[in-house]
DNA sequence: GCATATTTTGCAACCGGTTGCAAAGAAGTG
DNA sequence: CACTTCTTTGCAACCGGTTGCAAAATATGC
């Protein structure tokens, strides 16, 4: 068993308190005391119970990083920030795959069993309820790469996916696509709808714009290439919109199969703008997410909280740009 | 502030034994005391708070995650298969980013601090000693994915490096490869160590061979694309094989940029059959990792020592096998 | 040197649970 | 119905810390 700080007063001579002082920071200790119970304390390997002080402190530093994201490689990289990030505040990240059969409702008391100071969700595809149950529960919450609306129920960063959608419909436009298509993720993520809505709005006041749709099963390579794998059976449009840059490579990699060729015979533009899409043998055109700052302003808003449970919730949206790669054909 | 046992105990007009008991499976409890119980805490929301029975029973169902692999594609997966299994046993993955800079020391003093029942390492890269360093603080870990010696001080799963050198090796040869080169992960790993050993025995009895390795700064695509560059600039051998296969994407890339054709000019293979290596736009020829059976296997390993924490140290190690692709050249 | 202000220290209660033990209650036996 | 045995329950101490409060120690002023 580990040493405890009885036995460390012990050794010293002390009081438990005069332990306990010297290893809170801000309480009053005199040096001699201090260097007195830190000799004790390093003699005997003592280092204090974080649990149990988290139960007369009512904190853990524990926050649940919630995804359900583990088959899109920009994830790895947001789970990379996330860490890094949390860890640099002296927080520990309690990690929940919420896979499609585990029961949300289970995460939320899992969670509360375990006094996380925090919850992070970091997911595109889950429904704003299911933040909104943590808000309920009484734990201060942040939903990164969420939709924000203009009254967000909870704390929201990501971008503006309406917009996202616009712009992509803009760039195909002025490429001098006719035939356009959207190929989404799932149907019920909010990033899908957004992304599809933009889309659809800005090429509605277009004319002479053949428009379709269609939806992958979730944000992977392997949807993405069903789907269009499917797609080409019939008959394919001039140019596709995908949902995510996983999905576009799954795509690319169904066109190059059936013989047509990119930019050539179809144009694709995806978005996030992942690492891999810089790859030379990738080259995807896409809309680049700003990865790096959604994260560090969740961290942010999420170390905010934790002083200031009652805050009223924000929703911080931040621009995305085209990156022009070998996607699309070059304007007429 | 969250429900406690004491308000439910008095709710339901009992002991807070009573209550206690009525959560803890394999208590002494009559049915009518387990239905009074379960209202009361039903109507007041109540659920125990995990950290606090952890005190007293000596469990945190906390089990610490420690990778330092954030950039390899591999190991989202490998976080996918943790986190879903260490959750199918009721147990909670704390996630330890361990970055170049991050003190070694301090993640096992703070796993230490947050009483995790135990720890996984999960890393090609990361020093036997430093797995070591938690059995030596009295905490139970497998090292996954790390080098498996005759005698191992800690419970090790993964491959036999040794012998994926041999195989790739053996591949090339076959193939009528006669200037051949190893291109490997940061020089410290195990992995790469391990790899290149038996590449070489493999090689060295074999004529007329012509044998040259260098290696890339971390298992990445970017440091693979970064040292194949420079290889280029000088006189490129016929075949490669490289200690991962994201590092063999970053080589292909660099290949691609400089005119050269895989696998009519250059031959490579990798190591992993990550799920990017299968992707038509890549097709890249590679060893397969059995990383759902290293994960598994890991995870029954950590859950046998938790019942039993002084097992004896053993190493588990899985076959792997070649996936042939495109990007070697036929056989002679 | 003494009275007073300030700092340091220890006591004891508490955080939210668990558990050994003994008393109370229920069930079984003749 | 009394007696034994088994089950259920509550008491109280404990897990490893924190913290308000008052006593003890030290510093300050005159």
């Known amino acids: 068993m ?21 290893f809170t ?85 899992m969670l509360r069993q375990y006094s996380v100071d925090g919850v992070v969700v970091a997911s595109s ?13 009484g734990v201060p919450v942040v939903h990164s790469f969420g939709r924000s609306t203009s009254a967000p129920q909870v ?23 006719k035939d356009i298509a959207f190929l989404g993720g799932p149907e019920s993520a909010t990033s899908t709808q957004d992304r ?19 939806f ?15 797609l080409l059976r019939d008959h394919p449009a001039e140019a596709y919109f995908c949902g995510d840059d996983v999905l576009s490579i799954g795509v690319l ?9 990119v930019p050539e015979d179809i144009g694709i533009i995806g978005l996030n703008d992942m690492e891999m899409a810089r790859w030379q043998n990738i080259d995807l055109t896409t809309i680049h997410q700003p990865i790096r700052q959604i994260v560090t302003s969740s961290i942010e808003l999420m170390v905010a909280m934790l002083d200031e449970p009652d805050r009223y919730p924000e929703g911080r949206v931040f621009p995305c740009s085209i990156v022009e790669r ?5 304007a007429p």
């Open 216 to 230: 992958a099963e979730q944000y992977s390579f392997d949807a993405g290439r069903k789907e269009m794998l499917r």
């Open 25 to 109: 920071d801000g309480a009053s200790v005199s040096e001699k005391m201090r260097r007195k119970v830190e000799k004790a304390a390093r003699d005997l390997g003592y280092s204090p119970n974080a649990l149990a002080s988290s139960l007369t402190t009512g904190r853990t530093k524990l926050i649940g990083l919630v995804s359900n994201n583990f088959h899109n490689p920009i994830f790895l990289q947001v789970f990379d920030l996330f860490t890094r990030g949390l860890q640099d505040r002296g927080l520990r990240p309690l990690l929940v795959n919420l896979s499609d059969e585990t029961d949300p409702e289970a995460s939320v008391r």
């Open 125 to 137: 595809t889950l429904s704003p309820d299911f933040a909104k149950a943590f808000r309920d529960a």
């Open 253 to 261: 990699s169904a066109i190059k199969d059936s013989g047509l060729r």
């Open 155 to 177: 704390h929201v960063v990501g971008i503006d996916n309406v917009e996202c959608g616009r712009m992509a419909a803009r760039t195909l436009l002025a490429r001098g696509y």
């Open 2 to 22: 580990a040493i405890t700080l009885k036995e460390v007063a012990k050794r010293a001579g002390v009081s438990r308190s005069a332990v306990s002082r010297t």
């Open 196 to 214: 599809y809505k933009g889309f659809f709005q800005e090429l509605a006041t277009a004319p002479d714009i053949n428009l379709s749709h269609s």
């Open 326 to 330: 070998g996607t699309l054909r070059p």
